[in-house]
């Protein structure tokens, strides 16, 4: 067992830090000591070090399961700044001959980051089963709940996949989780009948203020002079990829800032430059949906706007937590108005299978003759394929959709509440405020004359931005896999 001085200066050694965050080193000996974990821990506190650090005390491969391609990038980057050359990412960025090549060498590497659904690709399970895996490790583990029942169903796979390799030790990491979250994240893993640790620690983030705008039918004109007041870098999250690319443009005119959009539509070489653009302060703001942000390396973010109510709690505390991350003092805004309901309850609605659907596939009718969408008849065919009876697949649905119906009314409370907003989500996730904050939140008030003082911009020049971004961007990224 690794004494604390030698964790300590194996922290120094690898990463070049002298102490650890909170939770760190706790969920680190609980590893080596051979228990399985669930680590909760607030947005920007280091939870990768977690499962890296572990990784090198223990003999054998860390297996890192991860939600996003621009993630495990860049988390693999991070690694190979720091020295680490035996890490490799396997995703759809590698040709069909590099990623043979790697699996027929997985051999030659520590940490191995991959998706959900390149672990249940045959060929990739095969090699895996050959190599002596120390640690399975799922960041972002809250996605198990969040999108396994809505749109990526190899979520709900991870324990079938955790079989398939033993059973190893496994971490699991997230910084939003409620109780039932965290249950579900166990369950889905087959760890409750293991002895596990839960090491949890409080969701909140005491230097983001927070803030909601209530507008009426104004919100671009009302976003935009909040753009023109506050500091940058900035993220803005909207529902719609249409917004934020309209968003994006009206930046771009009207203010002296450059901001890009980001979202599904765009290819992923273009979302890797962006990203990398944005850490390197070549983009002020980026106009992004929920596909943006996840795990960026970015500490100095001042401030996270939201256009559309976001869907949960948990979406909201994830996303505002790319805010301050170096521990100034951040700004959350929401902007409000009624008619987001109606948004968020049309996504939810095409999230989920309606009976009819349901019933369809029971039939085993041609699901391409369904009138349904591609999420809708997947988790559709899924209850048949995994022989659950209709009845039970009717209830799994309802109660899915009972548990965003309340989420989407949380975040409706949240935006008109009159109380302390931060006491508000505290709430949801089982805390009480534990001090009061200054400039804590619009409810109990805030003080705009600071933030002027602190964070209102400066009359500057727009960044003048490298229209040919090939030859940076190949000079950037020299993704090393052999």
């Not at 909601?212 to 671009?220: A, E, R, T």
Request: glycine fraction near 4%; proline fraction near 2%; include cysteine.
């Amino acid at each position: 067992m690794y004494r604390e001085e030698q964790l300590k200066k194996l922290l120094q050694v690898k990463f070049g830090y002298p102490e650890f965050r909170e939770g760190q080193q706790e969920a680190i000996e609980a590893a080596l000591n051979g228990d399985h974990t669930l680590v909760m821990l607030p947005t920007g506190t280091g939870k990768s070090i977690c499962y890296q650090l572990s990784g090198y005390c223990l003999e054998g491969k860390v297996l890192v399961i991860s939600p996003l391609l621009s993630l495990m990038q860049d988390q693999v980057e991070q690694m190979k700044q720091k020295g680490e050359k035996r890490v490799v990412a396997l995703n759809s960025l590698l040709s069909n001959e590099e990623k043979k090549y790697l699996l027929d060498h997985l051999s030659i590497y520590k940490f191995i980051y991959l998706s959900p659904e390149m672990l249940q690709q045959e060929k990739v399970m095969r090699a895996l089963k050959k190599q002596n895996i120390a640690l399975f490790v799922v960041d972002e583990a809250h996605c198990i709940s969040q999108w396994g029942m809505d749109f990526r169903l190899d979520y709900l796979h991870l324990g079938w996949a955790r079989k398939q390799l033993g059973s190893p030790l496994t971490m699991a990491l997230t910084a939003t989780a409620t109780k039932r979250v965290r249950k579900e994240i166990l369950s889905s893993l087959d760890l409750e009948k293991e002895p596990f640790q839960e090491i949890v620690y409080s969701v909140d983030r005491p230097n983001i203020v927070l803030d909601v705008i209530h507008c009426d039918q104004n919100k671009d004109e009302q976003v935009l002079e909040k753009v023109a007041f506050l500091e940058p870098p900035g993220i803005i999250y909207f529902s719609s990829k249409a917004a934020a690319d309209e968003m994006a443009e009206k930046i771009n005119q009207q203010t002296s800032f450059y901001a890009e959009s980001y979202h599904s539509d765009i290819d992923s070489a273009d979302k890797i430059k962006i990203q990398q653009q944005f850490i390197r302060d070549d983009i002020d703001i980026i106009c992004a949906t929920s596909a943006f942000g996840m795990g960026i390396n970015k500490n100095n973010i001042r401030y996270v706007l939201h256009y559309h109510l976001p869907a949960s709690p948990e979406d909201y505390l994830q996303e505002i937590g790319r805010a301050g991350r170096d521990g100034k003092k951040s700004i959350a805004v929401l902007f409000y108005e009624s008619g987001d309901y109606a948004i968020q309850k049309y996504f939810q609605d095409e999230s989920l299978p309606t009976r009819k659907m349901i019933d369809w596939a029971y039939r085993k009718q041609n699901m391409q003759l369904l009138d349904a969408n591609e999420i809708q008849k997947r988790m559709a065919a899924y209850f048949v394929d995994q022989h659950i009876d209709q009845q039970t697949a009717y209830q799994t649905v309802m109660e899915r959709k009972r548990i965003k119906e309340e989420q989407l009314s949380y975040m409706i409370q949240y935006s008109e509440t009159k109380d302390c907003k931060r006491a508000f989500l505290l709430h949801y996730f089982g805390e009480r405020a534990m001090e009061t904050t200054e400039n804590c939140c619009s409810s109990c008030s805030i003080d705009w004359t600071d933030f002027e003082k602190t964070m209102k911009t400066k009359e500057k020049k727009a960044k003048e931005v490298t229209k040919n971004w090939q030859k940076s961007f190949n000079a950037l990224f020299l993704f090393s896999y052999f």
